[in-house]
């Protein structure tokens, strides 16, 4: 048995027989990992007593959840109408030229994942980019590299 394979048994042992609680176990196994592993499908149906179809279904409806690898850091960039009325898209297209990826891109490295979103909630400071959870406001296209350099 894999390192990995043990963390990911020992996260789900909490959770065996409670398929209510899927959505929870698939958030730990995201939260220690990144993404939701392939091998770790199985041993959540087993677990969980879950069919496969089901976790597939549930981990790809959430946009909280990822079934491909991801980077150590998630950079979301606001494409909402606030935001791209104020340049949102020349700010995705400065960090895909940094970063060398596409929107939903992860880098080489695994060390940048590149993702859009709609609407981060915060219109008046667009446009908004933000990385691992802290906000970026009243983003220009010079300051892209800096911060992204800051997370490297």
């Known amino acids: ?14 959770y065996e027989g409670q398929n209510s609680l899927l959505i929870q176990a698939l958030l730990e ?43 150590k850091h998630i950079i979301r960039v606001c494409l909402g109408t606030a935001c791209h009325v104020r340049e949102g898209g020349r700010i995705m ?5 940094v970063l060398g990826v596409s929107e939903s891109g992860t880098t080489p490295d695994m060390n940048f994942t ?6 981060l909630g915060c219109c008046a400071l667009g446009p908004v980019m933000v ?7 009243k983003m220009e296209i010079g300051k892209v590299s800096e911060l992204v350099n800051k997370y490297r």
């Open 1 to 14: 048995m894999s390192a990995d394979t043990e963390k990911m048994t020992n996260i789900l042992t909490k």
């Open 29 to 71: 196994i995201q939260r220690q990992f990144k993404w939701i592993p392939d091998e770790s499908i199985s041993i959540i149906a087993e677990k969980l007593r879950v069919p496969k179809s089901r976790i597939f279904r549930v981990a790809s409806y959430y946009k909280a959840m990822s079934l491909k690898p991801r980077g």
């Open 93 to 97: 297209d400065r960090v895909e030229e």
């Open 114 to 119: 590149l993702e859009r979103v709609n609407c």
């Open 131 to 137: 990385i691992d959870g802290e906000y970026f406001g």
